[in-house]
């Protein structure tokens, strides 16, 4: 009987588990696994509290529907009927600019305007900012097919202005990330595709949408999902459904101390209680400077590879407040910040206008981040001391002045992994290391293809698959 041994109970490895379990059963393949987490609870970054009428997220708060894998795999779990969406009819971002809320142009999607009026008439982007985005139609494609940075990407096809007001405070907003070192490859290989085969993001785009309407209309397009979903209860009931349906060994509270190698080429996996595992194959589902600790004895090359995996540490705080003492309309999912902002805040998400039932209806619920790229430090600031800069900051820029009914705070220190420029060449040596010197080790999770829920679960299941040589 082969038994494969799992590090890590985040929503990567739980993925792991869940399809091992379900391909060997359809294949027949005799096989037992363990999966061992350190924290008393499954999930990782995944944390909901529900208390009082508040459903409360502390890491991820929705999953991007577009990538299939966390709705097939709710939906699969018999969690259909619990999905719900965010408000789109409610759909509006602003971006602060000189301390005020400005909204995001119409038909802006992700960075690119796809409707003219609405752009055209904003104030958010300059005359001459405005002309310079329109130059995407003309300007011709990138040659070559190196890595190139976000930042050096959105300045060369749609400028200066448009990376800063909206690229670089939507991608901190979105990745916490630096876009002058985010790799295009690893994150928006759309972009490069579009770019190479219209020779422009507007029309791109335009084309794109232009096909989804037609399809629409011949009746051939699969029903359409809001693009952002959670669970009814919160992410966590999607974990406890992974849980509840898992057979094999789970372990929690527990500790991977050791890892070693057997000389009949199995493993054996030291636990933090003082017990040993022996495995055929493992899979590290950790932050990737946790698995370069683990294998640091077995591969120097390896650990160095997947200790430059940077990470940044973001802190979110969740403020309720009467809602009658409220008197900004909540018009929208919230607001981003633009590093020329003299605000100490990244994004705020007005929960209670993006999703229904996250607060009682006489509450509004709103959710900062703070920290990333630009204020790291501020991680570290206390819970008292972090709930009071946020206050500072959203009297400011929102008028809000009421006392907060509730407060829940969580710090994600080095929790957020970056995908530099290179990422998908440093993955492939990862991997190639891994091959030579640990045959049946598997590394899984957002440290390499995707950071996000959907790309996790895929990374999950395709690990898994890959352990079972199934297709
Ligand atoms: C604040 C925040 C907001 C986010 N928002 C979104 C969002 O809205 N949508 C979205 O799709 N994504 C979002 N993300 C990203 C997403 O949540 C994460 O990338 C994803 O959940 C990571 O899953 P994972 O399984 O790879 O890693 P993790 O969740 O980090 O799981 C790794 C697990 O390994 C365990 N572990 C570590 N060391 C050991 C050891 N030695 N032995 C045993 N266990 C160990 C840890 O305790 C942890 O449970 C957000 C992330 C953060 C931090």
Redesign the pocket.
């Known amino acids: 009987m082969t038994h494969i041994i799992i590090?890590?109970?985040?929503?990567?490895?739980l993925a792991t588990a869940h399809y091992l379990q379900k391909y060997a059963q359809e294949n027949k393949v005799n096989l037992t696994y363990t999966l061992?987490?350190?924290?008393p609870k499954?999930?990782?970054?995944?944390v909901t509290s529900a208390s009082d009428g508040f459903i409360i997220e502390?890491?991820?708060?929705?999953?991007?529907s577009q990538k299939p894998w966390a709705y097939r795999l709710a939906v699969e779990l018999g969690l259909k009927e619990r999905l719900i969406g965010t408000n789109d009819d409610r759909r509006k971002t602003y971006v602060v600019h000189k301390g005020k809320l400005r909204p995001l142009p119409d038909g802006v999607m992700l960075i690119v305007p796809t409707r003219f009026m609405p752009f055209a008439l904003s104030p958010l982007i300059s005359p001459l900012g405005k002309l310079r985005m329109g130059m995407d139609l003309f300007i011709p494609p990138k040659k070559d097919d190196a890595d190139e940075s976000l930042s050096d990407f959105i300045t060369r096809r749609l400028g200066r202005e448009a990376l800063d007001k909206i690229a670089e405070p939507l991608m901190a907003g979105i990745y916490v990330a630096d876009p002058m070192r985010l790799s295009l490859k690893s994150t928006f290989p759309r972009f490069i595709a579009m770019e190479k085969k219209y020779g422009s993001l507007i029309k791109g785009m335009l084309s794109q949408m232009k096909a989804r309407a037609q399809s629409a209309q011949n009746g051939n397009a699969a029903p359409k999902l809001p693009l952002f979903m959670t669970l009814r209860g919160g992410l966590m009931e999607l974990v406890n459904a992974i849980v509840d349906n898992l057979t094999g060994e789970l372990i929690s509270s527990?500790?991977?101390?050791e890892l070693s190698r057997t000389a009949d080429g199995r493993y054996t996996v030291e636990l933090s209680n003082g017990k040993v595992r022996r495995a055929d194959k493992v899979v590290i589902?950790?932050?990737a400077y946790?698995a370069a600790d683990?294998l640091e004895s077995h591969s120097a090359a390896l650990a160095t590879e997947l200790r430059q995996i940077r990470y940044l540490s973001?802190a979110?705080v969740s403020l309720a407040f009467n809602r009658a003492e409220i008197e900004h309309p909540l018009d929208g999912f919230g607001f981003v910040v633009p590093k020329s902002e003299d605000c100490k805040l990244m994004a705020c998400t007005w929960v209670s206008t993006k999703f229904s039932g996250r607060a009682p209806d006489d509450q509004v619920l709103l959710r900062v981040?703070v920290g990333g790229y630009k204020r790291e430090e501020l991680v570290d600031l206390s819970d008292d001391e972090l709930v009071a800069l946020v206050r500072g900051e959203l009297r400011r820029l929102m008028g809000i002045t009421a006392e907060p009914t509730r407060a829940e705070i969580?710090h994600?220190r080095k929790?957020?992994?970056q995908y530099d420029v290179g990422h998908i060449e440093r993955v492939d040596r990862i991997e190639q290391l891994a091959a030579e010197a640990l045959p049946g080790m598997h590394f899984t999770?957002?440290?390499f293809k995707g950071?996000?829920?959907?790309d996790?679960i895929r990374q999950g299941e395709e690990t898994a698959k890959a352990i079972l040589s199934v297709k």
Do not use: H, M, Q
Request: proline residues 6%; aromatic residues 10%.
């Open positions: 590090i890590g109970g985040g929503i990567a490895g061992v987490e350190k924290d499954f999930g990782g970054k995944i502390g890491g991820p708060d929705s999953f991007i527990v500790r991977v101390n589902a950790t932050p946790i683990l973001t979110t981040f969580y994600w929790s957020n992994a999770g957002s440290a950071v996000g829920i959907p996790c």
